[in-house]
């Protein structure tokens, strides 16, 4: 029987984007839900109900959350097709040091974007989108 993978997520999310990477890189298929993170669906609430956070992977109806552990599962559970890491320990170490190295980049971008916007709108929450 196919696997069922249903993808919890909200797109700007530099974290579902990961996750949506990794799943790209082995070429499977998945369900992709967008949720409204305003008006959480239930089925988020029961799938992640210690953050109540996207991303989380729902691998046949189980679901695995925070994004670098599903990231880590989905290697895992399809080890057969494109490797994320390299397996030589110093080449994967240096990969996980230009991942940490790209993530916190990204992570300092998107703070200085919400940032400049929020100043924009002068702190009210007109013209732009909440934060989550
Ligand atoms: N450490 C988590 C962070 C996930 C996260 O912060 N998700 C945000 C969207 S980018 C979220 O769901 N926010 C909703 C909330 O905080 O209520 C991960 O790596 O998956």
């Known amino acids: 029987m196919a696997d069922e993978i249903i993808l919890l997520d909200f797109w700007p999310?530099?974290?579902?984007?990961?996750?949506?990477?990794?799943?790209?890189e082995?070429?499977?298929?998945?369900?992709?839900?967008?949720?409204?993170?305003?008006?959480?669906s239930p089925l988020l609430l029961e799938m992640n109900p210690?953050?109540?956070?996207?991303?989380v992977l729902i691998h046949n109806g189980k679901p695995i959350c925070?994004?670098?552990?599903?990231v880590?599962?989905?290697?895992?559970?399809?080890?057969?097709?494109?490797?994320?890491?390299?397996?030589?320990?110093?080449?994967?170490?240096q990969a996980r040091f230009w991942v940490d190295y790209i993530d916190k980049k990204l992570y300092e971008l998107g703070r200085k974007i919400w940032s400049t916007k929020r100043r924009r709108a002068g702190n009210s929450q007109e013209g732009i989108h909440r934060v989550p």
Do not use: T
Not at 26 to 40: F, I, Q, S
Not at 50 to 55: M, R, S, T, Y
């Open 13 to 24: 999310s530099m974290f579902g984007m990961r996750v949506r990477l990794a799943l790209a």
């Open 26 to 40: 082995k070429g499977l298929k998945y369900e992709y839900r967008e949720e409204d993170l305003w008006n959480k």
């Open 50 to 55: 210690v953050h109540k956070k996207i991303p």
């Open 66 to 70: 925070e994004s670098l552990i599903i």
């Open 72 to 93: 880590q599962y989905i290697d895992e559970v399809w080890c057969d097709k494109s490797p994320l890491l390299p397996s030589d320990p110093y080449q994967r170490a």
